[in-house]
């Protein structure tokens, strides 16, 4: 297991976790968000191959609409 932070909360995960697997656990609609990783924005097409490491700051950024 390791720790890591999404959004400033503290989350456990399993090793050799991916973003992918990250975004299904969260149960996170994936349409209109951005993924960041320390502050290095991941695309979406490469999410599944993206590992977690120990102490990621993952920050999570949905779109609103409004004007």
Same mark, same amino acid.
């Given at each position: 297991?390791?720790?890591?932070?999404?959004? &400033?909360?503290?989350q456990e995960i399993s *090793?050799?976790?991916?973003?992918q697997e990250l975004v299904?656990? $969260? !149960?996170?609609?994936? &349409?209109g968000i951005a993924i960041?990783? *320390?502050?290095?924005?991941?695309?979406?097409?490469?999410?599944? $191959? !993206?590992?977690?490491?120990?102490?990621?700051?993952?920050?999570?950024?949905?779109?609103?609409?409004?004007?």
């Amino acid at each position: 297991m390791m720790t890591i932070k999404v959004n &400033n909360e503290t989350q456990e995960i399993s *090793n050799k976790t991916t973003l992918q697997e990250l975004v299904e656990h $969260l !149960k996170i609609q994936t &349409n209109g968000i951005a993924i960041a990783i *320390n502050n290095n924005v991941v695309k979406k097409t490469e999410w599944s $191959l !993206k590992n977690l490491q120990q102490e990621d700051v993952v920050l999570i950024i949905k779109s609103t609409q409004g004007g």
